[in-house]
């Protein structure tokens, strides 16, 4: 009998104040008169069990460790937990959660940078006129540039092409 079938009813017969009896002889059990059979122990962890996330089959005695460490389907929680994140879900979407957060991480710089130059004290602005030319292919295209102008210590060009795709604007 295991362990937990075996504490089940030691504790159903206190319950109804009984000696408890063994199912199948019907003799006296006590938790005194019990002994561990380890043949029989380490046959039943070699008996395949169930994982509960992915329902794949795996030994008694490896289940844990699957289920804890290794199992793709286990529930897990985002890394950011401690400081308010509720995300919670399959260890193998967690990834796709960092990646989000890598990308949120991009996006805030971006805006931290632009955000630091539109507070500089002074600010002006450039008034440009875009100029049309067309390449020498041998489809020519048409494209409108500025003259160069320098705006923050550095030189620009701007350079703009129409297009009437209405799929690809």
């Known amino acids: 009998m295991c362990a937990g079938c075996f504490i089940h009813?030691?504790?159903d017969a206190r319950l109804k104040e009984e000696q408890a009896?063994?199912?199948?002889c019907r003799c006296e059990i006590s938790k005194s008169l019990c002994c561990r059979n380890l043949a029989v122990e380490k046959a039943v962890s070699e008996l395949p069990s169930e994982c509960g996330f992915c329902m794949q089959q795996f030994p008694r005695s490896l289940l844990e460790r699957h289920q804890k460490e290794e199992c793709q389907d286990?529930?897990?929680q985002c890394k950011y937990k401690r400081i308010?994140?509720?995300?919670?879900?399959?260890?193998?979407?967690?990834?796709m959660l960092d990646e989000m957060d890598q990308t949120r991480k991009k996006e805030m710089q971006l805006y931290n940078s632009i955000f630091s130059l539109l507070s500089f004290e002074k600010i002006g602005y450039t008034e440009v006129q875009f100029r049309p030319y067309?390449?020498?292919d041998f489809i020519t295209?048409?494209?409108y540039e500025t003259p160069r102008l320098t705006v923050l210590n550095q030189t620009w060009v701007l350079k703009a092409r129409v297009n009437d795709s209405e799929r690809n604007p």
């Open 9 to 11: 009813l030691l504790a």
């Open 21 to 24: 009896t063994c199912p199948n």
């Open 74 to 76: 286990r529930v897990t």
């Open 84 to 95: 308010g994140c509720p995300w919670q879900g399959p260890y193998h979407e967690r990834t």
């Open 134 to 136: 067309r390449t020498d």
């Open 141 to 143: 295209r048409l494209y």
